[in-house]
């Protein structure tokens, strides 16, 4: 093919979900995308929210579009920060608008809401979900999970720092010595280190722990202390916790107590992938806090660490924040759409050879992520809970 001729179009629309402040290309991308010879269409104003401006999309060689419907109808592939499952209470307006033969690639939450994916398959479109990417060295440029966390995981700190009616640092001042603040990590993967090393350089003295043991040392080399629960190790696959029973989870509550006590910041991201997050700080817990503490609840969209936790509330009880998180990363819009566009651009270049779509189907990386293609669900697990 010559060099100028450019084959696939790939459309960007405007983020739909409440409160999705992201976009899933922002204009550095559409000129790499460019050189590799695709097309590039945008929905006006996508990028509005996360500070990037339609003439800078058109700038780096975009075409801005005014009609959702025409980006739809223009684009061989939609890219979405949020589609299918992750856009629940609109992604059937999206789905009227996809034809038969589309790819979507963006966050589908497949697991939690199957039947979406099923009809995604039933409208023949294929779909990438990039929440799936297996955690491989070869996948990390695309890991939509950790940059995304990352940016929670320092959100989280600086919500706290401002809702606490302390400092952070150590000062040695005339009016007296300030004692640095006292911040407890529990969960200590992407979004608990950066949560470490965020409260760290703010000063704060530190204190963190994790099922995984592996943990231990990333939480020593960013100068935390590690809290041993002397509960058993429990990693899983890839690099994830493993689920436990109750008992389990009963004994770490219980361990966990007196350093939740004397802490005066909780930020709590323990998880397990496709299950209930495990309730680590009781209602009893919370009350043993001094007024004015906080719980940061990074996973209270998959139901929190605290009892007390409400997504998208904040709970007091007792004089004691129970903050419970809910899409961070769109807080950080700009920087947080930057990651997930270079993410989603190395995904798609995998996907991609001379401007065409050219998928191994025997790749892990598209073997992990694709769950429909040819009319069907075709990830194992998606097919295992429509049943
Ligand atoms: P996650 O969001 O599923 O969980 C967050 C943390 O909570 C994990 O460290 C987990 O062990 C911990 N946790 C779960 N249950 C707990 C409990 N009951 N008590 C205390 N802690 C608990 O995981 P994540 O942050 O997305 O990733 C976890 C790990 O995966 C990383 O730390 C890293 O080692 C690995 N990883 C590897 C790659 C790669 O190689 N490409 C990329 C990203 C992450």
Same mark, same amino acid.
Not at 131 to 142: C, D, F, G, K
Not at 212 to 231: C, T
């Given at each position: 093919m010559p060099d100028d001729v450019k084959s696939l179009t790939v459309g960007v629309p405007r983020e739909t979900y409440p409160g999705?402040?992201?976009?899933?290309?922002?204009?550095?991308? /559409?000129?790499?995308?460019?050189?590799?010879?695709?097309?590039?269409?945008?929905?006006?104003?996508?990028?509005?929210?996360?500070?990037?401006?339609?003439?800078?999309?058109a700038a780096a060689g975009g075409q801005v579009i005014a009609s959702r419907g025409e980006v739809f109808a223009t684009a061989d592939v939609i890219l979405q920060v949020r589609g299918a499952g992750a856009n629940r209470l609109h992604a059937r307006a999206d789905f009227d608008l996809l034809r038969p033969g589309q790819l979507l690639i963006g966050l589908c939450d497949?697991?939690?809401?199957?039947? =979406?994916?099923?009809?995604?398959?039933?409208?023949?479109?294929?779909?990438?979900?990039?929440? =799936? =990417?297996?955690?491989?060295?070869?996948?990390?440029?695309?890991?939509?999970?950790?940059?995304q966390a990352s940016l929670a995981g320092y959100k989280a700190v600086v919500l706290a720092a401002s809702g606490l009616p302390r400092m952070f640092p150590m000062m040695m001042t005339a009016a007296g010595t300030i004692a640095a603040a006292k911040?407890?990590?529990?969960?200590?993967?992407?979004?608990?280190?950066?949560?470490?090393?965020?409260?760290?350089?703010?000063?704060?003295?530190?204190?963190?722990?994790?099922?995984?043991?592996?943990?231990?040392?990333?939480?020593?080399? =960013?100068?935390?202390?590690?809290?041993?629960?002397?509960?058993?190790?429990?990693?899983?696959?890839?690099?994830?916790?493993?689920?436990?029973?109750?008992g389990f989870y009963q004994r770490q509550q219980a361990a966990l107590a007196p350093t939740i006590a004397e802490s005066d910041v909780i930020i709590t991201t323990a998880a397990v992938p496709g299950k209930k997050a495990p309730i680590l700080i009781s209602a009893d817990a919370v009350r043993s806090m001094s007024p004015g503490s906080l719980v940061v609840d990074l996973a209270a969209e998959q139901g929190g660490n605290c009892e007390l936790t409400k997504p998208g509330e904040t709970v007091i009880e007792n004089g004691v924040s129970v903050i419970g998180c809910?899409?961070?990363?769109?807080?950080?819009?700009?920087?947080?759409?930057?990651?997930?566009?270079?993410?989603?651009?190395?995904?798609?270049?995998?996907? /991609?050879?001379?401007?065409?779509?050219?998928?191994?189907?025997?790749?892990e990386i598209v073997q992990g992520t694709l769950v429909t293609a040819g009319g069907q669900v075709v990830h194992p697990k998606v097919r295992e809970l429509l049943g």
């Open positions: 999705e402040r992201r976009v899933a290309l922002i204009p550095a991308a /559409v000129s790499a995308l460019n050189k590799a010879k695709l097309n590039v269409v945008i929905e006006t104003e996508a990028g509005v929210q996360a500070g990037f401006a339609d003439a800078d999309y497949p697991f939690a809401e199957p039947v =979406l994916m099923s009809e995604l398959a039933t409208r023949n479109v294929s779909s990438f979900a990039l929440e =799936l =990417l297996p955690r491989i060295t070869r996948a990390q440029s695309m890991d939509v999970l950790s940059s911040v407890f990590v529990i969960g200590a993967g992407v979004a608990g280190l950066q949560a470490i090393a965020t409260a760290r350089r703010m000063g704060a003295v530190v204190r963190a722990t994790d099922v995984r043991s592996a943990a231990k040392e990333n939480v020593l080399s =960013l100068g935390a202390r590690f809290i041993d629960m002397g509960v058993e190790d429990a990693p899983g696959v890839g690099g994830y916790a493993k689920g436990m029973d109750a809910v899409n961070l990363p769109s807080t950080v819009p700009y920087h947080a759409s930057q990651m997930f566009s270079r993410n989603v651009t190395s995904f798609l270049l995998l996907l /991609v050879q001379d401007g065409r779509l050219a998928i191994n189907r025997e790749d």
